[in-house]
């Protein structure tokens, strides 16, 4: 099983509450990132890391920021909460796969953000 | 048209039943393909992968690429409960960001 870890697993909070979702990983990889699934539906790459200090935006747009400044945390925060943030936010770190010409990704468990 | 499609299912069938779960894409420049099973709770966890063309087997499971069609697939033989989940699958391209594009996901119920 991968080491890597979030918190909380399920969160329920009011709309305008500023919320950070915690992620680690013990692994030592240098590549993290931040998803998010609704039911039924593609995983949506919404932020990623290289390693310390980096940052970048994916796929989805999002009022979310990350921040990188040790190699096994990268938190999540959401400045003003809203009912559309509500899904599943899955944090997950890679390292290379077969002849290193691609990675392979180690999810944590996920948060199951509900705002009301 | 989206560069992953996957059927979402749920695709429900019975124990020992020999289960095909399939995804097709666009992208030309896909080499690697993964297959992630997803269990309820649970963040996806990496099942086998394949490189470029051909079949790999591991157990019960084998994955197939048909680069030509631009079509994989996961068999999964001798179907128990336990394997019941949401099977993605996922594509990367030879360098470039090495992020995999991933498919919805096709939700896998086996019964006893």
């Known amino acids: 099983e991968a080491d890597i870890y979030q918190t909380p697993r399920y969160l329920v909070i009011g709309t305008g509450k500023k919320i950070t979702l915690e992620c680690s990983q013990t692994m030592g990889h240098d590549k993290m990132y931040w998803y998010q699934q609704d039911p039924g539906m593609e995983l949506h790459l919404i932020h990623y890391?290289?390693?310390?200090?980096?940052?970048e935006k994916g796929d989805l747009s999002s009022e979310s920021t990350v921040s990188r400044i040790r190699t096994e945390h990268f938190p999540l925060t959401l400045e003003s909460a809203r009912p559309s943030h509500t899904s599943q936010y899955l944090c997950a770190s890679s390292e290379p796969l077969g002849g290193g010409s691609t990675d392979t990704q180690y999810f944590g468990p996920g948060t199951r953000l509900t705002v009301l | 048209q989206k560069e992953v499609e996957q059927d979402p299912g749920p695709l429900s069938v019975p124990e020992g039943a020999i289960v095909s779960l399939n995804c097709t894409y666009s992208n030309s420049a896909f080499q690697y393909f993964m297959w992630y099973r997803q269990y309820s709770r649970k963040g996806p966890e990496l099942l086998m992968y394949t490189y470029s063309s051909g079949n790999k087997e591991d157990g019960r499971f084998t994955a197939q690429v048909d680069k030509s069609s631009k079509y994989i697939s996961l068999f999964i033989r001798d179907s128990q409960p336990s394997d019941s989940a949401t099977y993605l699958c996922a594509m990367s391209a030879l360098g470039g960001s090495y992020i995999p594009t991933f498919g919805r996901g096709t939700s896998l119920i086996v019964h006893p």
């Open positions: 890391s290289y390693g310390v200090n980096s940052t």
